[in-house]
């Protein structure tokens, strides 16, 4: 469902690359984990697949369909939870989302679940200006999923949610790809993608160590491997 082929990305020709060579296939129904370090490249990665920055080689198919050819179509079936959340903060939450509906064609209707599932109906009148950071991050996650896409891209969506939210999500993705989505989400932290993913790629200093289920890599006789992982633990 996501072909990333050969993905290069360098901000300053003079240092390295904050995306190197980068090749990674996520199938359909799959809840995948981006795991890496701090600048290891997973948002420059996500922010190519969404269309927020070009790079400079390779390509990124969605449903077999190029994301920068191909940029509105692609959009129209990803549902994107950036790692900052950001917003018209004079409008409600229940303008911003009437508003994403509107943008994407789909009935707000929709939206009604996922602000109950997160506990956030009741705050849906108040301007977003009056948010918490956690509220903020529901709200996004909330907005993401109400369109109906196919794909779910999240950047570091559990920083910010209480630990009932950050479950709520947890259920709400298997849900989703039950359904038959794919998700497609970053974490600095090994505890999280080790709770929620089916598969997980380990990224590095732009370049992709290794992908795979958890048990496969665990068992792999690999220092670097073991050495990020013991990096990336316990970090929350
Ligand atoms: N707008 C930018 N301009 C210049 N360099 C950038 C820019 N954004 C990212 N970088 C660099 O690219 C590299 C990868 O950054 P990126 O934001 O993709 O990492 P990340 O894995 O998302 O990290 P984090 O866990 O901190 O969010 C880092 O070396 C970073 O300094
Ligand atoms: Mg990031």
Known sequence: M???NNLTKSYDPTKRAAVADLSLHIK???????LGPNGAGKSTTINIMVGKIVQDSGTILIDGVDTF?????TKKIIGYVPDEPNFYEKMSGQEHLNFICDIFDAPVEASEKWASLFELSGALGDPIAS???????????VSAFSHNPKV????EPMVGLDPKAAFNLK???????DGGGTVFFSTHVMEV????CDKVGII?????????????????????LEQLFLELTNEE
């Open 204 to 224: 590095n200093r732009g370049k992709l160590l290794a992908s795979g289920s958890f048990s496969e890599l665990r068992s792999r006789q690999d220092e670097t």
């Open 28 to 34: 359909s129904g799959e809840i995948y984990g981006f």
């Open 69 to 73: 050819a191909h940029s509105l179509e």
């Open 131 to 141: 948010y918490s950071r956690g509220m903020k991050q529901k709200l996004g996650i």
């Open 193 to 196: 993608a080790e709770r929620i």
């Open 152 to 155: 779910l891209v999240l950047d």
């Open 171 to 177: 259920e709400a993705l298997r849900q989703f790809c």
């Open 2 to 4: 996501i072909n990333i």
